[in-house]
């Protein structure tokens, strides 16, 4: 089984460094340029399947990197974004800073340190989620031989990763948050996960 997981093209809140979470926004038109740079590069992969997170940035790039591919496009509510709860929509960077917590910036500095806000998730929340699906899936006797595609988020990305290398909360990021279309190549045999490409780019930034 091979995996590409791939966060989605760029949104118009990616761009003003607004918290997106589980809101439902669509690509802006250099998310759509990115995925389908993408989708170039990745023309000969022979995808079986793809897996997409319900929100409409992601479904969009699945669609885009699906092509005109016969295959069936599933959506997975286990690999939608982390929530952010009462923040969404709040900016996290810069001078235009909003959130009522001001100790935020763990969520990205210090991940053990993080507290969800109100009605909001916890990381171990999206690791489990995600990591629930990424069992099932890796354990599925129909897929063992499969090329998937799945698009996902930034964090949710990571917690599908973090499944795989089993890292400390504190080192979640890694290297940081994927940029926009950034892809994972997960390669699986005998049940056991491991990492290829991490944070791949198909175009330059």
């Not at 952010?84 to 100790?103: L, M, Q, R, T, V």
């Amino acid at each position: 089984m091979i995996l590409y997981m791939i966060r989605h093209g760029e949104t118009d809140r990616n761009k003003a460094k607004l918290l997106q979470g589980q809101s439902d926004t669509i690509l802006n038109e250099y998310g759509r340029q990115l995925a389908r740079i993408t989708a170039d590069a990745l023309a000969g992969v022979d995808f079986d399947v793809v897996f997409t997170s319900p929100l409409s940035g992601a479904v969009e790039t699945a669609e885009i990197l699906k092509g005109t591919r016969d295959i069936p496009v599933i959506v997975e509510e286990r690999i939608q974004e982390i929530s952010f709860g009462e923040y969404e929509g709040h900016c996290y960077a810069g001078e235009h800073f909003d959130i009522p917590d001001s100790d935020f910036g763990f969520f990205f500095s210090a991940p053990e340190k993080y507290r969800p806000a109100p009605s909001g998730e916890s990381f171990e929340a999206v690791i489990g989620r995600t990591g629930a699906f990424l069992e099932e899936l890796m354990q599925n006797p129909f897929y063992q031989d499969k090329t998937i595609l799945i698009s996902t988020h930034g964090c949710a990305l990571k917690a599908l990763l973090a499944n795989i290398t089993k890292c400390d909360l504190a080192d979640f990021w890694g290297r940081g948050v994927y940029k926009n279309c950034g892809v994972a190549i997960v390669e699986v045999k005998d049940g056991t996960a491991q990492i290829l490409e991490d944070g791949k780019l198909y175009y330059t930034v």
